[in-house]
């Protein structure tokens, strides 16, 4: 018996017994989001048509009892799915605009996960989610810029540290999203946002920074102007 103990492999590390749900989930989606937003009207508006009622049904779930902040919540939701479809219809690279969001949210996800589950240290937000760390952050902020600059150079748009220093700043709008998701599932006394993601959650658990980043572009580009941020 304790030869067989000695000899079973290891458990993979606690933070990385999610990841095969991770990486399955987002084989299936990212595919369909990618194209949506490639190929834009109607596919794009199709999918946005589709998220809607799970988006908000699900930020309802996680704000009951609170008129206020359920009220606020579903503002939130609708302003996310408008600048989604406002900045992609956008004549002047708004297929660029959008892609690059994801890919600047998806690299702040994957830096975050890896450098936080492999250097550990200080919790960035323990009473909200205790799974968060500073250097999590750290690692999200930089493959973020790191994204955001290979954006710039395969669309060939944008100064390289401008667009560097603007993905540095959506990693940060992004983890906030994040926080935010996670501190009404707190109040809500639940574990996650819904169920349509089998196994794995709600919707709002894979698009929380995806929203904020939306909303906060989409403000800064109405208030800028022009393309930023490639110009």
């Known amino acids: ?7 079973a492999p290891a458990a993979p590390p606690r933070h990385f017994r999610g990841l095969l749900s991770r990486v399955v989930s987002a084989a299936i989606l990212a595919p369909l989001c990618l194209a949506a937003i490639w190929f834009g009207f109607p596919w794009v508006d199709l999918m946005a048509a589709i998220a809607a009622p799970i988006m908000l049904g699900e930020w309802i779930r996680l704000t009951p009892g609170r008129p206020v ?28 605009t959008v892609l690059w969001i994801v890919a600047c949210v998806w690299a702040t996800d994957i830096g975050a996960y890896f450098v936080g589950s492999l250097a550990g240290g200080a919790r960035l937000a323990p009473a909200i989610s205790p799974g968060k760390t500073w250097s999590g952050l750290v690692g999200g902020i930089c493959l973020s810029a790191v994204a955001s600059a290979a954006c710039g150079l395969a669309f060939d748009q944008g100064d390289t540290v ?9 990693a940060i709008v992004a983890q906030a999203g994040d926080l935010l998701e996670s501190m009404a599932k707190r109040r809500a006394g639940l574990k996650d946002s819904g169920h349509v993601i089998p196994g794995h959650g709600g919707l709002l ?27």
């Open 205 to 231: 658990d894979r698009i929380d920074g995806l929203i904020a980043a939306l909303v906060v572009v989409g403000l800064a580009r109405l208030i800028a102007g022009g393309a930023w941020p490639w110009a």
């Open 69 to 96: 902040a359920r009220g606020l919540a579903i503002l939130y939701g609708l302003a996310a799915i408008v600048a989604l479809l406002w900045l992609r219809h956008q004549p002047d690279l708004g297929r660029e």
């Open 162 to 170: 401008t667009l560097a220093l603007a993905g540095a700043g959506v």
């Open 1 to 7: 018996m304790a030869a067989s103990a000695a000899n």
